[in-house]
Antibody
């Protein structure tokens, strides 16, 4: 049974760095084709893809946020970490981690429940 | 970057209605499109992948069609549990993945 769970601070101040951890089970990120991604959703708005790391440790980022994002994995701990620097109130959103389970279709077949991050002084 | 435009942004429908949501890509994406359902306070749920393939466990009243730039999600007979927001997502330009703006299906 595949599960993912996000953890991290609920509140960060402007200019601070956000660190979020996705802890997953039921699959291995060392299996060919597996990827874990981060997606966010500001309150009342649409989904936005942020970053992705694959089984081969290749990392990809949203063009608009590339300079602020870093994604990494710890396969032994079944964790993926996302850091976002220079946080701003517009970054207030629910942050989801999600799995891509196939290299044939890059779609998100399992999601965490999301964690709401508020950026405010 | 490939943009996805969904229409309408919201609609009102009754239980039993046939509902169609469209997603238009800014350039051709073959059949590299997925549809998700999201209920308030919940994570999105995958419904359709590869434009028309039904994800396991998803009711058959959901169907997807299209290729190139124009896609549709159809709910053949709307059920009470289907009131939600629906998103399309393209993966043709992997790893640059994008979502549409969403379509909210409300009760008439």
């Amino acid at each position: 049974q595949v599960t993912l769970r996000e953890s991290g601070p609920a509140l960060v101040k402007p200019t601070q760095t956000l660190t979020l951890t996705c802890t997953f089970s039921g699959f291995s990120l060392s299996t060919s084709g597996m990827c874990v991604s981060w997606v966010r959703q500001p309150p009342g708005k649409a989904l936005e893809w942020l970053a992705l790391i694959d089984w081969d440790d290749d990392k990809y980022y949203s063009t608009s946020l590339k300079t602020r994002l870093t994604i990494s994995k710890d396969t032994s701990k079944n964790q993926v970490v996302l850091t976002m620097t220079n946080m701003d109130p517009v970054d207030t959103a629910t942050y989801y981690c999600a799995r891509i389970g196939s290299s044939s279709w890059y779609v998100f077949d399992y999601w965490g429940q999301g964690t709401l991050v508020t950026v405010s002084s | 970057a490939i943009q996805l435009t969904q229409s309408p942004s919201s609609l009102s429908a009754s239980v039993g209605d046939r509902v169609t949501i469209t997603c238009r890509a800014s350039q051709g994406i073959s059949s590299a499109l997925a549809w998700y359902q999201q209920k308030p306070g919940k994570a999105p749920k995958l419904l359709i992948y590869d434009a028309s393939s039904l994800e396991s466990g998803v009711p058959s009243r959901f169907s997807g069609s299209g290729s190139g730039t124009d896609f549709t999600l159809t709910i053949s007979s709307l059920q009470p549990e289907d009131f939600a927001t629906y998103y399309c997502q393209q993966f043709n330009s992997y790893p640059a993945l994008t979502f549409g703006g969403g379509t909210k299906v409300e009760i008439k």
